[in-house]
């Protein structure tokens, strides 16, 4: 709230002195409003009291519902004064207190009468305030006047009533598009903000009809347009009728693009704006038709208006991510900007460089924003490295310039969010870029030597664990490490002894020195790290010397750990401490069936540590290990490919259960993970009887029944089919579930003796070509390519018939194939008439293959592909080709 | 739409707040960063020097005017420049109200027909009279002049 000013320094203005809202306080205020029921109102005291009401709902109070109501009734007494001014005030407070539907019809009455009022600013004032508290009913009974007001005479008349207009038809947009009529008057209307209202309303009635739209648009480009608002709003339609028509295929000249041109020279920069804006979101925009508008906003870069240089170089840079050509020309105004004292600007211009810059020119610009760095806030700086990063990937030559400037800004001050973000970019490029690697991991070193944030050191430590050993001198990084455990937090030492453990395990000469280390940790005074000690100690084996570490071992140190941890958790909580050790064994392995709702929440985007991109191995792992303790599946050989879990049931039914589909030479397994989520139920015997008359060339071999699945306990059954050898066998399986139900006391807990035999429908499951490929991506896919040859490759071209744009054809056939998108190919840029998308993967029998994927779309948006592949085998090439013709 | 209109006087404290289709719980998140973001950026700043900036997919253009600074908040179509058309309409009128760019006091003391103009200008988002003199007008429910 507004602090009262407190008296100042004697030559200060007396009016300054007092506020006067000086202790103002709503009890009082409202005791004050009284005064509306005075049988004599003083207007001017009336007023100010109704100002003081204002005051205190701008400053956020609120009326409890008593309150208003009972204000509410008081102002509505004000309706006998005859003072102008007062009743102005009135209306502006019944809008303020939004009355409720039964309250309304108080003022209903004398509303309706100020709206048939001869006092045309009544009319206006009336028909605002009534559209504002108006319900349904109410609206068809002064629809005639309103109806009257759109054309009435007087513009604040005629601008009241659309303006009312556009606000109802969200709420009774039956009753307002019968006023169509009148609305397309006064879009002829001499007054400018009427017809800006006018056209606004218009085209929300008609949005839906493409083709009134067109006439609207085509009528308005040909006669006048009075106000440089209703101008943009039309530019904003013409755009969609482009959108919506097809360019000329013989001269190919778009539709309206004249008209949109010819805005560019407009006298309000508004209007240039949003002609400009219009031309470059064109789809499949030609830089003929881009050069004009780009060198209007160019002008506008150096602008003298900070609102026009932002809105300049806020296009550009949206330019700049689909046509970075068309932008270099703007680059040197842009690095100008650089310097501009509004950050924003500044971080869009650098931003737009990083995208349109050349390669010689990466140094330059680094200098300049590494003096540009040190006075923005973090949020800018994330966005400056995340640019940076794109732009090291783009450029990895320049990895070692780019690289400097992350270890350089990682040095400075920054809050955690802007660290993470530059020791991410620097993981991301050390796993891209090989050359980055060791200096890449050095810097990182030197930033755990000096890092407060707990989670970036343990990730830091946990990332050099995993790559440091790799390097061509490992020992060179123990220092750091072994720092940590003198100088940080128990959590801190607890990573920094397990990253020194991976060292002593991979680098066999380095192991009598860590396990000096190793020992010295044994001491320490957390129990964490000295646990940890002691258990590396102990499994690293050879007493200290220089041996070779067993592979399980190396497993147990690597492999992440392939239980889920919400399980584990709910296993200890249920253990009892007894004779019989804790098993990890028997926790179910399992994540329960998450509802989808939870599933499509947009995934973070990959931080860089961790797990690699291609998809976590550790889940793959973890598969191969579950379906390698079951004997009946022990001789099916190695696991290629486990599908990621396919919903069977909606979200929230009586039994979740999803599928993952394994895929191995001879045989397909599916494991069905199951949740029972009645807590007054126990389900013994759980079985999925699996259809498969529609897979003809899959017979089914076992069926591994669940003996029990207690509530919200995840369990598992598999039924497993054999199928021809190394062939993509597809096919469709009906599914449905089996078991005895009992009944469970929900106090004791205890499950009845007799169980009644149920079954429960589930949806069916299809495998696909795709399951038979695995995601594997390429660094560089042209020398990938390359490298393989032309001798195994068969290329063809496809129609792929009417799609809704490009980005879906390409995510069609990528999901198709079930290949990787490398090199960020996958993307489409917005207005993109061709596109090549590159795909890697490995085909079953561990067989390499390559895709490139050429991709047009004309004006009616039909979508032609040219597929090439490339395989280690040619009957790999066409099978991936059968799927493409099949699919 | 045009999300907020703030006004807040030189130590950051609220003097008119009105949102439209902000949620309740989401208001008093956008009153401190709006008023962060001038104390960070309106130090030295001159009378009706529009500043911008964006925030996830929303456009804000302040100034400052006499002792008070001035917030819009707009998204979609309503974006900076938009939003300067808007903070022109504001200024110009609440120059007009108080004769110059206002002391607090001198705003205070004009509180009530700075709402009148703000409800002439912005109407539940939805900007609708642009011109200051026909706001003066219409303030005073006298019909416009070029009418």
């Not at chain 1, 999803?658 to 759980?686: A, M, S």
Request: proline share 4%.
């Amino acid at each position: 709230m507004a602090q009262p000013l407190v008296k100042k320094d004697d030559d200060r203005d007396d009016e300054a002195e007092y506020s006067p809202f000086l202790g103002i306080e709503k009890g009082a205020v409202l005791q004050e409003a009284r005064v509306f029921n005075d049988p004599q109102l003083d207007a001017r005291r009336c007023s100010q009291v109704i100002t003081k009401l204002l005051y205190l709902l701008n400053q956020g109070e609120t009326f409890t519902k008593v309150e208003a109501t009972e204000v509410f009734f008081a102002v509505t007494k004000l309706f006998q004064s005859r003072d102008i001014g007062l009743r102005r005030m009135v209306y502006l407070m019944i809008k303020e207190l939004s009355p409720s539907a039964d309250e309304v019809i108080i003022v209903t009455s004398s509303l309706m009468k100020d709206m048939n009022s001869k006092t045309d600013m009544y009319r206006a004032n009336a028909i605002r305030v009534l559209c504002r508290i108006t319900d349904g009913t109410l609206l068809t009974q002064i629809e005639r006047y309103l109806k009257q007001a759109i054309v009435d005479k007087n513009p604040v008349v005629a601008s009241a009533a659309l303006v009312s207009g556009i606000h109802l038809l969200q709420t009774n947009p039956e009753i307002v598009k019968r006023w169509s009529n009148e609305v397309q008057e006064a879009v002829q209307s001499r007054a400018a903000l009427v017809q800006f209202h006018a056209l606004a309303l218009l085209h929300q009635i008609r949005q839906n009809d493409r083709l009134a739209v067109s006439k609207l648009v085509t009528s308005l480009t040909r006669g006048t347009v009075r106000s440089p608002l209703a101008q943009c709003l039309l530019i904003r339609y013409t755009s969609q009728v482009i959108r919506e028509s097809p360019v000329n295929a013989q001269t190919g000249d778009r539709p309206f693009y004249d008209f949109l041109e010819g805005c560019l020279r407009h006298k309000a920069e508004m209007v240039i704006f949003e002609a400009a804006r219009a031309i470059t979101e064109l789809s499949g925009v030609t830089s003929r038709e881009l050069t004009p508008a780009i060198t209007v906003l160019q002008l506008f870069l150096s602008s003298s208006k900070p609102v026009l240089r932002f809105a300049a170089v806020r296009t550009l840079n949206k330019v700049a991510m689909t046509h970075p050509m068309a932008v270099t020309n703007c680059n040197i105004d842009m690095e100008s900007l650089i310097s501009d004292q509004n950050r924003s600007i500044a971080t869009l211009a650098i931003t737009t460089l990083l995208k349109t810059g050349n390669e010689s020119s990466v140094d330059r610009l680094m200098k300049q924003i590494t003096n540009f760095m040190s006075d923005i806030a973090d949020e800018f700086k994330i966005v400056v490295v995340e640019a940076i990063r794109s732009l090291c990937l783009k450029f990895p030559l320049k990895y070692r310039s780019l690289m400097n400037f992350l270890s350089n800004i990682l040095r400075e001050e920054g809050g955690f969010e802007y660290k993470k973000a530059i020791v991410d970019s620097i993981v991301i490029l050390i796993r891209d870029i090989p050359d980055a690697k060791e200096g890449g991991l050095l810097h990182l070193c030197e930033f755990i030597e000096d890092c407060e944030f707990t989670y970036l050191s343990t990730q830091i430590l946990h990332f050099l664990g995993i790559e440091g050993p790799k390097t061509s001198d490992p020992s060179k990084y123990i220092r750091y490490i072994y720092n940590r455990v003198h100088l940080e937090n128990a959590t801190v030492r607890a990573s920094a002894v397990s990253t020194l453990a991976k060292f002593g395990a991979m680098v066999d000469s380095l192991k009598p020195r860590i396990f000096v280390l190793l020992r010295r940790c044994l001491f320490d005074s957390d129990d964490e790290v000295r646990d940890r000690a002691t258990l590396y100690i102990n499994t690293l084996g050879g007493d200290g010397l220089v041996v070779e570490t067993d592979k399980d071992t190396k497993d147990f140190l690597f492999g992440s750990l392939d239980v889920p941890l919400v399980n584990l958790e709910t296993s200890l909580k249920n253990y009892e401490p007894s004779e019989e050790p804790f098993d990890i064994n028997a926790v179910p392995r399992e994540v329960k069936s998450q509802p989808l709702a939870e599933k499509k929440a947009p995934g973070k985007k990959p931080t860089g540590l961790g797990a690699a991109p291609s998809g976590p191995p550790s889940t793959v792992d973890a598969y191969e290990r579950l379906l390698s303790s079951i004997s009946e599946f022990a001789n099916f050989g190695q696991l290629f490919k486990s599908s990621a879990p396919v919903e069977l049931t909606e979200a929230e039914t009586e039994y979740a259960v999803n599928v993952v589909k394994h895929i191995f030479n001879r045989h397909v397994v599916f494991q069905y993970n199951c949740t029972n989520t009645i807590p007054e139920q126990l389900l013994e015997n759980v079985s999925v009887l699996v259809d498969a008359s529609e897979a003809e060339e899959f017979s089914e071999v076992v069926s591994k029944v669940l003996r029990s699945l207690p509530y919200d306990s995840p369990g598992q059954t598999f039924v497993a089919f054999e199928k021809p050898e190394g062939v993509p066998a597809v096919g469709k399986f009906s599914n449905m579930l089996r078991f005895i139900v009992k009944e469970v006391d929900p106090t004791t807990g205890e499950a009845d003796d007799d169980g009644v035999e149920d079954e429960y429908q589930l949806e069916d499951l299809e495998v696909v070509a795709a399951d038979y490929m695995q995601k594997v991506g390429v660094s560089n896919f042209r020398n990938a390519w390359e490298s393989m040859g032309p001798d195994c490759e068969r290329v063809d071209e496809y129609g792929l018939g009417p799609r809704e744009s490009l980005t879906e054809a390409v995510s069609a056939v990528s999901n198709l194939l079930g290949m990787q998108p490398c090199e960020g190919t996958e993307v489409v840029p917005s207005n993109s008439r061709s596109h090549t998308c590159l795909l890697s993967g490995v085909y079953i029998g561990n067989l390499k293959v390559l895709v490139r994927l050429q991709f047009g779309i004309d004006g009616s948006k039909e979508v032609a592909m040219k597929l090439a592949v490339r395989s280690e085998d040619e009957t790999i090439s066409d099978a991936i080709h059968e799927i493409v013709a099949s699919g | 739409m045009i999300l907020a209109v703030l006004f807040a006087n030189l130590e950051g404290n609220i003097l008119v707040e009105r949102f439209n289709g902000v949620p309740a719980e989401e208001r008093l998140h956008w009153r401190s960063f709006l008023v962060k973001l001038g104390a960070e950026n309106l130090k030295g700043v001159k009378n009706e020097e529009l500043l911008v900036a964006c925030h996830k997919s929303v456009y804000i253009v302040y100034t400052v005017l006499g002792d008070v600074s001035i917030y819009v908040v707009g998204k979609d179509e309503y974006d900076e420049l938009a939003l300067a058309e808007v903070i022109f309409v504001i200024t110009s009128s609440v120059k007009d109200v108080c004769g110059k760019p206002p002391t607090e006091r001198l705003f205070l003391d004009k509180y009530g027909k700075i709402c009148l103009c703000l409800d002439e200008i912005v109407w539940k988002g939805l900007l609708e009279n642009v011109d200051k003199d026909r706001i003066r007008r219409l303030i005073r429910m006298k019909p416009p002049t070029d009418f």
